[in-house]
């Protein structure tokens, strides 16, 4: 399974950007697809998840802001991000859970400042 993420750049407080994971695979075959990020010196932590059944999730810290998406026909899953912070610069990495097996994108930089 390959995962490619894309999307990400340089936007200012309160903009938006949209991030695109597009697998290599159906995700009906897949158990699980989310969106993680990492910002320099922290742990890798969960953003928004997101099933098959199109059943989603976002963490509180994004809630209401970030909306996980995916577009079945084209096996890609996005990740429409809005009001960005400074504190959401981050890479932003896309993962998926295909049985026992865990497999990550190569990571898109997000870096929101003025």
């Known amino acids: 399974v390959q995962l490619q993420a894309s999307g990400g750049g340089v936007v200012q407080p309160g903009g938006s950007l949209r991030l695109s994971c597009a697998a290599s695979?159906?995700?009906?075959?897949?158990?699980?697809m989310a969106w993680y990020r990492q910002a320099p010196g922290k742990e890798r932590d969960l953003v928004a998840g997101i099933t098959p059944a199109n059943r989603a999730n976002t963490v509180d810290t994004v809630k209401g802001r970030f909306t996980i998406s995916m577009d079945n026909a084209k096996n890609t899953v996005f990740l429409q991000m809005n009001s960005l912070k400074p504190e959401d610069s981050a890479v932003y990495y896309c993962?998926?859970?295909?049985?026992?097996?865990?497999?990550w994108g190569q990571g898109t930089q997000v870096t929101v400042s003025s």
């Open positions: 993962y998926a859970n295909l049985g026992s097996r865990r497999y």
């Open positions: 695979v159906s995700f009906l075959d897949m158990n699980f």
